[in-house]
């Protein structure tokens, strides 16, 4: 999926992290530095900054993908402005979990690990939100949903639309 980023709302960050660059350039190794600083001001990789990078630093594109793919802490993935998370502990789990994920999935034509193409949404999961005798549980932001329904998915997302 291919996500757009604004340059415009980024403008004030991508001044900062141009600084950073040429505070930085003349050093060996500025290119972990430079894919951390850009993970930790956009939350993900946007291939403009990637750009930005190779030709501040003087680096091939290619070899700039091969380290951020070969470290996790590196997203080319958004974060959506509303954060599901489907927990998916045992409690939940057992009390059907698993197909509440699937219809979110369903509902956003998206997978888990994923972001909507307007930013909206991203779909993740949890280890257990600590409220099992309300299995199975639902996080959205901060807001918690209990004893979730598969019929009761497309009203929770009403609300952030
Ligand atoms: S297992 Fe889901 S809240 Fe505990």
Redesign the pocket.
Known sequence: MEYKFDLEKNEVLLKEFKAFLSEIKKNNGALMPALQKAQELFNYLPKEVLKLISDELNIPLAEIYGVATFYSQFSFIPKGENQINV???????VKG?QSILEEFEKELGIKQGETTSDLKFSIGQ???????S????VMINSDIFPLVKKKDVKKILDNYR
């Open positions: 927990c998916l502990g045992t409690a939940c789990y979990a949890a280890r257990c939100l600590g409220d099992c309300k299995a199975p549980v």
